[in-house]
C-alpha cells in the first residue's frame, strides 16, 4: 500500500498553472503607460476594474460563447416569420458588460479630453477576453456620431450611448439602450459599395423610405438597426434600417443565413434581404459614403486596436507558458532561442499598443485640432493596415513557444488564432487600405504635413529613424509607380511613426529606451530577419521580456 503501481500511466508535471484569473490591467505595463501617455490617466480606476473582470469573467465567458455559437430562427413554431438570432447566455452577458462599462458608449458620454483613449483601452481589455462581442460594441460606439447628425434620429442616438443593454427582439420604445449594426457588403460589390444596386424609393413622409435589395454580409444581425448604404433617385445614400418599424411592427428585414466562418464564432454574421423595408435617410442622398465614411474611421481604429489586443493576449498565453515550462533541463524562458522569440513578441507589441493608443489620441483631439483630425485621417488607414497584417504571424509564432498545446481548442492560442486574420478583413482589406492612405496623401495635403510633423518630432533621437524619414520624404515625392508600391511606402510610415512613438516616449519614461532602441536596430536598421527571433545577439533581451511579463 502506498506504493506507485507498475501500470501508472498518468501523472501530470511540468505542465503551467491556469493563466486565469488574471488582471489584465494591472499585468500590461505597456497599456497602462500608453494611456498615460496619451491622455487617459483619469480613467485607471475604471481600466482597472474591467481588467480584472475581463481577465476573470470575461475569459471564462468567452470560452462559452464561443463554444456555443449562434442559431438563425427565420420563423417561430407558429410559422410566423421572427427573423431572430439566438445566443448563448455568455454572449449576452459580454455584452452587458461591455455596454454598462463604456465600451459602446462611454467615449461620448464623457466630454473631457482622452475620452477616446479610456474607451480605447476598455476595448483592448474586452477583445483580449472575447473578440466576437466586440463587433457589435464596436459598431454601436461608431454609428453614434453619424446618428447625432439627424434630430429625428435623436432616440436612436440617446438610447445607443446608455450604458444599458436589452438583448431582446422588441421595439426601441420598450428599451432604455440599443445596438447598432452596418450593412454595406454586397454579392456583386465587395469594397465597391458604390456598384450596390439595392433601392430606396421614397415614401410620402420626408426622409422616409422602402428598400430593395441584399446585404452580402450584415453585421451583428440581431442588432436594433443597422446603417446601410442603398440607391436612392439622388444615388448611393446611407440610412438607418431598424429591426422594427416606428408603429411597432416587425421590419421587413429577411435573415437568409448566417455564415459559417473560420472564426469570430460568438458572433453572428448574416445574408439579408430588404424587401420594402422601412428605413429613414441619414444626410443627403447621393452623399452615402461621404455620410459613412465617419462610422468607418472609428471601426478601423477599433481594428488596430482589436488586432494590438489580440497580440498581447497570444504574447501573455506565450510568456506564462514559457515561464513555467521546462525542457532539457531548463526553463523555456531561460533558452536563448526562446529568449529571441519572446523579446521579439514583446517588442512589437509594445509598438502596437503604442500605435493605436496614439491613434485614439488623434480621434479625441480630431474636433479640436484639425492638425490631429489630419493625422487621425491617415495614421487609421497606416495602422489598420500593419497593425492587423502582423497580428497573424505574430499569433502563430505564440502558438509555437506552447507547441502542440498551443494548437488545440482547450488553448486561447487556437481562438485567437481564427481570430487574428478577420481584422484585416473587417472594414476594407489590406490594399483598401494602403489606396486610402494614397488618396489622402494625393488630395488633403494637410495628412502629409501632419505625418511628418509627428516623424519630425522625434528627429534627432536614433539616426536610423532620421534616415528613414528622409528616404519616405523622396519616396512620396515621386509619382512612378506609386499604387505597386503602395503597401511598401504604407509598410514604412507604420515602422517609421512606431519608431518615433517609443524614442519620444522613451525620452521621458527611461524603462522604455531599451524597446526604443531595439525597435530602430531592427526594423529601421536592417537587424532583423523575416521572422520574429531574429533580434541582434546583443539585445537587452532580459529588459523586454520583464517588461512584458504578466506575472
Given amino acids: 500500500m502506498g506504493e506507485s503501481s507498475p501500470f501508472e500511466t498518468h501523472r501530470v508535471d511540468n505542465q503551467p498553472p491556469p493563466f486565469e484569473p488574471r488582471d489584465l490591467w494591472a499585468s500590461d505595463r505597456a497599456l497602462r503607460a500608453a494611456v498615460m501617455r496619451e491622455g487617459g490617466g483619469w480613467g485607471a480606476a475604471v481600466l482597472a476594474g474591467y481588467g480584472a473582470i475581463m481577465g476573470e469573467e470575461g475569459l471564462a465567458l468567452g470560452v462559452e460563447a464561443n463554444r456555443d455559437r449562434p442559431r438563425l430562427r427565420t420563423h417561430d413554431r407558429f410559422g410566423h416569420r421572427i427573423d431572430r438570432v439566438d ?17 459602446s458608449g462611454g467615449a461620448w458620454r464623457e466630454t473631457r479630453a482622452g475620452s477616446h483613449v479610456v474607451r480605447a483601452a476598455l476595448t483592448f481589455l474586452h477583445h483580449q477576453a472575447e473578440a466576437g462581442s466586440n463587433c457589435p460594441l464596436t459598431m454601436t460606439h461608431a454609428a453614434i456620431p453619424v446618428l447625432r447628425r439627424e434630430p429625428e434620429l435623436r432616440e436612436w442616438a440617446d438610447k445607443a450611448v446608455a450604458p444599458h443593454y436589452d438583448g431582446r427582439d422588441v421595439p426601441i420604445a420598450s428599451k432604455a439602450g440599443v445596438t447598432l449594426g452596418m450593412g454595406m457588403t454586397e454579392k456583386q460589390g465587395g469594397s465597391d459599395v458604390r456598384s450596390n444596386s439595392t433601392r430606396a424609393r421614397p415614401l410620402a413622409a420626408e426622409g422616409e423610405y422602402a428598400l430593395v435589395g441584399h446585404k452580402w454580409f450584415m453585421s451583428a444581425p440581431m442588432s436594433d438597426g443597422f446603417l ?20 411597432g411592427s416587425r421590419n421587413a428585414l429577411r435573415l437568409m443565413r448566417l455564415k459559417d466562418k473560420l472564426g469570430n464564432w460568438s458572433n453572428a454574421s448574416a445574408e439579408v ?18 455620410t459613412i465614411i465617419e462610422m468607418v474611421a472609428l471601426t478601423r481604429l477599433d481594428c488596430m486596436i482589436g488586432a494590438a489586443a489580440e497580440m498581447r493576449m497570444a504574447l501573455a498565453q506565450a510568456l506564462h507558458h514559457a515561464a513555467h515550462r521546462q525542457a532539457f533541463g531548463r526553463r523555456l524562458v531561460e533558452h536563448a532561442l526562446m529568449i529571441n522569440v519572446l523579446a521579439d513578441l514583446a517588442l512589437e507589441s509594445e509598438a502596437a499598443t503604442a500605435f493605436a493608443l496614439r491613434v485614439a489620441r488623434a480621434v479625441d483631439a480630431s474636433a479640436r485640432d484639425p492638425g490631429e483630425a489630419a493625422f487621425a485621417r491617415l495614421a487609421t488607414a497606416v495602422g489598420k493596415y500593419w497593425l492587423c497584417k502582423r497580428a497573424v504571424p505574430f499569433v502563430n509564432e505564440a502558438q509555437e513557444c506552447l507547441g502542440g498545446a498551443g494548437y488545440v481548442e482547450e488553448s486561447m492560442l487556437a481562438r485567437l488564432y481564427r481570430e487574428a486574420p478577420l481584422n484585416s478583413i473587417w472594414e476594407g482589406c489590406g490594399n483598401i487600405q494602403c489606396l486610402d492612405v494614397l488618396r489622402a496623401l494625393g488630395r488633403e495635403p494637410a ?18 529613424l532620421d534616415e528613414e524619414i528622409d528616404a519616405l520624404a523622396l519616396a512620396l515625392d515621386s509619382r512612378d509607380g506609386i499604387e505597386t508600391r503602395a503597401r511598401f511606402l504604407v509598410e ?36 532583423h530577419g523575416l521572422a520574429f527571433g531574429t533580434l541582434p545577439p546583443d539585445t537587452d533581451f532580459p529588459t523586454l521580456i520583464a517588461r512584458a511579463m504578466p506575472e
Fill in 228 to 247: 446601410v448604404l442603398a440607391q436612392a433617385p439622388g444615388g448611393l445614400t446611407c440610412f438607418l434600417l431598424p429591426r422594427w418599424r416606428p408603429d
Fill in 87 to 103: 445566443f448563448h447566455p455568455a454572449y449576452h452577458r459580454l455584452m452587458q458588460l461591455g455596454v454598462e462599462h463604456g465600451v
Fill in 447 to 464: 495628412t502629409r504635413e501632419a505625418l511628418f510633423a509627428e516623424l519630425g518630432a522625434a528627429r534627432g533621437l536614433d539616426e536610423a
Fill in 492 to 527: 514604412r510610415m507604420a515602422l517609421a511613426l512606431q519608431a518615433a512613438l517609443l524614442l519620444r516616449a522613451a525620452s521621458r519614461e527611461p524603462e522604455l529606451a531599451v524597446a526604443a532602441e531595439s525597435f530602430c536596430r531592427s526594423r529601421l536598421d536592417g537587424g
Fill in 273 to 290: 434581404e430588404f424587401c420594402d423595408a422601412w428605413a429613414r435617410r441619414i444626410g443627403e442622398e447621393g452623399r452615402g459614403v461621404a
